[in-house]
């Protein structure tokens, strides 16, 4: 009897064939990498000029023999807008990077004195572009241009940074601030041009720049 139910029972097995395969369970999903910016404070000044100089903000406060600049020209919220656009993270070549832009700008202090990041990101692999400093220099031998300090670092997986690189990243103006109000929007939209242009000369000093060994 129980040889014979043994033999049914593998007869039974054989024509039920394999079990059924079980689907793979799905990979876990990787967390993205990112790349966090930050804007700066709005615009500042320097002038240097035969009977004024110096004095920074002159010309943003309006102050007599300064040259006149429009209020606002490069806001925080303009910053912003255009950090998201040009992308840092491919100028950066980290391009599977997702970018994350902050619309408020940092403390100086905060900027100056942080040893990790500057979110709470736990993102497998992070970097950071933090516009410090943007500053309009004016003098009456080379004229006008827009100087902006950037400040980049890159993390990789751990809390502290890997590789880090600070400068000023300049371009010249030629018709900011403007000299007559028909003139007002054309300078506009060169010294926000010239904002984004500083972007793409500080990355390519940063891929310039010797990796640390």
């Not at 064939?17 to 404070?41: I, K, R, S, T, Y």
């Not at 035969?50 to 020209?73: C, D, E, K, L």
């Not at 997702?98 to 619309?103: A, E, F, G, N, P």
């Amino acid at each position: 009897m129980g040889r014979h139910f043994l033999i049914i029972a593998g007869l039974a097995l054989a024509l039920a064939g394999p079990a059924a395969a079980q689907p793979p369970a799905p990979p876990a999903d990787a967390a993205a990498c990112e790349f966090h910016v930050w804007p700066g404070d709005g615009l500042m000044s320097t002038y240097y000029g035969w009977f004024h100089g110096s004095t920074v903000n002159g010309q943003i406060m309006g102050r007599p023999g300064y040259p006149a600049v429009p209020p606002n020209p490069i806001d925080t919220a303009r910053q912003s807008e255009i950090l998201a656009a040009a992308e840092p993270q491919k100028l950066f070549r980290q391009d599977g990077y997702r970018l994350v832009v902050h619309q408020d700008a940092l403390p100086s202090r905060t900027i100056r004195t942080a040893t990790g990041r500057l979110s709470d990101s736990s993102a497998p692999c992070y970097a950071e572009l933090i516009v410090d400093d943007v500053v309009l220099q004016q003098d009456f031998v080379n004229g006008a241009l827009l100087k902006t300090l950037f400040r980049y670092r890159n993390f990789g997986a751990g809390a502290a940074p890997e590789r880090s690189f600070t400068t000023w990243a300049e371009t010249d103006l030629g018709g900011f601030p403007p000299r007559e109000p028909g003139q007002l929007d054309a300078a506009i939209r060169e010294i926000r041009s010239a904002f984004r242009n500083n972007i793409a000369r500080f990355a390519a000093s940063a891929r310039a720049r010797p990796r640390r060994r």
